[in-house]
């Protein structure tokens, strides 16, 4: 499989994608992947079926990483792979926590080490209880000959992690939404519902882990694990800021009214790494006064719908990323005349960086589009650009 990335200037979207090659057998095609997380120039992805848990039964799939600094692409195998010649599948032993695969560049190693950490849970007696896998990149292959993804295999690290008890069950769990890497050392697994999980993988005791839930009255997890019937990353997002972590959300989202958006607010928070970890608030924006501004207004951008999907820049305090749409409902007719239904309109879609400080649109990219799929946008802040192999520039985002 080979990887080509499609590169624009920040603050446009830079995308992957794939060229898949035959297998020999018809069931070990991989159709897909997805990204998991990224950190300095390298990206993680599940590809085909292959999840953690499912891995047993699962033909097609398994980790890739691919440095954009080098070019190069590794495979790592799956945590519970299948066996060949199982007549039936096994039941799994190990329990998924969400969007979980951690890659963390290896500083103070040859270059382009890395290490990737998986983070899961049992099924018997689940969490807290869990368990951290982590895959250390094999050294770097002589000159002339071709990476197999090799390595010395996953290492497993029993733990017991400092959640809550309202988030370990029995109806109520942490669900892990999106994962980072922070600093040189550690990773971050984050539901953005109820907190960020903090690991030290290098402690000298061992992995050590921390829990810091988010601000008070941010949480928005409930005794019957209603996860709001939302894709949660629709109104929140969580990442890393100039070393620092930022929690970002549209406060009422979920709760006021399409005719009431206007009051939806645009929030930002940044945690301190002290002992204490305390969350400190930043700039926020209400939406009836970022459609009210000059610059909102200049641009012609859609009124009537918040904001959607938030992500955090890297690099620039206090500027957020959202979408907007242009939505409407039209009727439908059957062939008599008669109205049978209404219809989705996707009329535009825009990307738009917002300033919360000055309440200002710095940018806008978008126009005309009936592409349905772009209601639902999957995206990450990264500087994988700035890494792309004989690229002069160190600021893409």
Not at 77 to 103: E, H, M, W, Y
Not at 289 to 302: I, T, V
Request: hydrophobic content about 40%; aromatic content about 8%.
């Amino acid at each position: 499989m080979e990887l080509h990335p499609v590169v624009a200037d920040p603050p446009e979207v830079t995308c992957l994608s794939m060229l898949r090659q035959i297998p020999a057998h018809p069931m070990q095609r991989v159709h897909d992947g997805m990204v998991s997380s990224t950190d300095k120039g390298l990206v993680v992805l599940y590809t085909g079926t292959y999840r953690p848990g499912n891995g047993g039964n699962s033909w097609t799939g398994s980790y890739l990483v691919y440095d954009a600094s080098s070019a190069s692409l590794s495979t790592v195998p799956q945590l519970d792979p299948p066996a060949a010649g199982r007549p039936f599948p096994v039941l799994p032993t190990i329990k998924c926590l969400g969007n979980s695969a951690a890659i963390l560049r290896h500083s103070g190693e040859e270059e382009g080490a890395y290490v990737l950490a998986e983070l899961v849970t049992t099924y018997h007696p689940g969490l807290p209880d869990a368990e951290l896998y982590l895959w250390r990149s094999p050294p770097a292959a002589p000159a002339g000959s071709s990476d197999s993804g090799g390595g010395g295999g996953w290492t497993r690290t029993a733990a017991r992690l400092p959640l809550p008890p309202e988030l370990c069950g029995p109806t109520c769990f942490f669900q892990i939404d999106m994962a980072f890497a922070l600093g040189v050392s550690r990773v971050c697994w984050v539901d953005l519902l109820a907190g960020v999980l903090i690991c030290d993988l290098f402690a000298p005791q061992g992995p050590e882990f921390s829990f810091v839930p988010l601000p008070q009255g941010r949480s928005l997890h409930t005794p019957d694990n209603i996860r709001l019937e939302l894709k949660v990353q629709e109104f929140r997002s969580m990442g890393i800021v100039r070393g620092a972590i930022k929690f970002v959300g549209l406060i009422g989202y979920t709760e006021v009214s399409l005719s009431k958006s206007s009051d939806v607010v645009l929030e930002t928070w940044t945690l301190s790494l002290d002992p204490e970890a305390e969350w400190k608030k930043g700039p926020a924006v209400r939406v009836g006064d970022l459609w009210a501004s000059e610059s909102f207004g200049k641009m012609e951008l859609p009124r009537g719908r918040p904001p959607m999907f938030p992500v955090l820049s890297m690099d620039e305090d206090d500027i957020v990323y959202v979408f907007l749409n242009d939505i409407e409902f039209v009727d439908t007719a059957d062939y008599f005349g008669q109205i049978i239904g209404r219809q989705l309109v996707l009329n535009g879609h825009y990307l738009v960086g917002l300033d919360l400080v000055q309440n200002k649109v710095l940018y806008s990219k978008g126009g005309a589009t009936n592409n349905l799929a772009l209601l639902e946008p999957t995206l990450l802040a990264s500087d994988f650009s700035s890494y792309l192999h004989g690229s002069n520039s160190k600021d893409r985002v």
